[in-house]
């Protein structure tokens, strides 16, 4: 029977958890003497998710939020890991540029809504560019701490070896930084998926973000917490994605 459970524990753990936390939550929206549209008990959110299932509403806006992260996501890998590997191996270049990205890293994407809108209009773009904001600095910093630790041997036996640039790059460097880019991927991608929601409360209308808002406008709070709950479930997705990619990596499988 221990052996059983030990081998199933890892299901079995977060089972009893998420029972235990519906529990909680069903005796509290029943006896807590909230009204069922500030308190909504999981059996009415979880007949709000049927009806947006069943009109199509909740796969749109999931949609419409994952595209717009994925856009901002592959943007930002296009252009923070070249970026990246550049500050990391050449010094003049990190002295130039350094400083600027170090100064504007810390600034929230969501600061940069106003100018979004007004350089983007409403729509999809101004949210792309915020995923992209949102995803480029760290991945760029964590780009060019790795290239920057590269051990100086390997370029050593690059040069024995006469490669060239292009060879330099895909045989030394990327190889030798592929451990953390992924492990900061995994991160960004999260960070993505804060913003977008965020992001579409105030500059699209479409997305689980412009969901939760409209539901809250409308004193719908079952669909408001549907939302919430479709936030939480596709960061899991994405995230066990990221692992998988990681695990690719037989140097990462321990992350």
Known sequence: MMGWYRGKQRVVLPLVSLITI?????LTARYSGW?????PSPSKV????????????LLRHSIASLFRVTAGFYLAI?????LGILLGRMETLNLMLNPIIQFLRPISPLAWIPLAVLWF????????FLIFLACFFPLTVATAVAARAINPVFFQVAANFKFNRWETITKIIFPAILQQVLTALRLTVG??????VAAEMLA?????????????????MDYVMVGMMMIGLIGIVLDGLMRRLIYLHPSLQRV
Do not use: H
């Open 204 to 220: 699209v209308r479409s997305g689980l973000g412009y969901l939760i808002l409209d539901s809250r406008n409308a004193l719908r």
């Open 78 to 82: 296009v252009f923070a890991i070249p």
């Open 46 to 57: 979880m007949r709000g998710m049927g009806e947006l299932i069943a009109n199509g509403t």
């Open 191 to 196: 960070i993505g998926w804060l913003v977008v």
């Open 22 to 26: 519906l529990l909680i939550w069903e």
């Open 121 to 128: 209009g409403i729509g999809d773009r101004p949210a792309v």
């Open 35 to 39: 009204s069922s549209q500030v308190f």
